[in-house]
């Protein structure tokens, strides 16, 4: 498994992005993938999980509401879509595959390097 995150950018508050992982090795059908984001000076945070087909999902209570992961394993990928984003979500954010969707980053064996997502107030 070799997963490569993208989509980062500069957006204003309240604007939208949507994140991407793909698995550039092999399929990752049967794992789950979860987000996770760290911004400058803290620590590591779960943002969201899904399962490996997509019927189990699990969110931060601080991005509930606004942000939606889902996986098209016809093509590797998960996303994170981010709806009304704020200045707090500012961080690199993280995709990692695991075989369930926990919010635990511990949990998780492979790991991408991150996106940067800045939101501007």
């Known amino acids: 498994v070799q997963l490569q995150a993208s989509g980062g950018g500069l957006v204003q508050a309240g604007g939208s992005l949507r994140l991407a992982c793909i698995n550039s090795?092999?399929?990752?059908?049967?794992?789950?993938v979860g987000w996770f984001r760290q911004a400058p000076g803290k620590d590591r945070e779960f943002v969201a999980a899904?399962?490996?087909?997509?019927?189990?999902?699990l969110y931060a209570d601080s991005v509930k509401g606004r942000f939606t992961i889902s996986r098209d394993n016809a093509k590797n990928t998960v996303y994170l879509q981010m709806n009304n984003l704020k200045f707090e979500d500012t961080a690199d954010y993280y995709c990692?595959?695991?075989?369930?969707?926990?919010?635990?980053?511990?949990?998780?064996?492979?790991w991408g390097q991150g996106t940067l997502v800045t939101v501007s107030s």
């Open positions: 990692a595959a695991n075989r369930r969707p926990v919010p635990s980053s511990s949990e998780y064996i492979y």
């Open positions: 090795r092999r399929t990752f059908s049967n794992n789950a």
């Open positions: 899904i399962g490996w087909n997509g019927g189990n999902t």
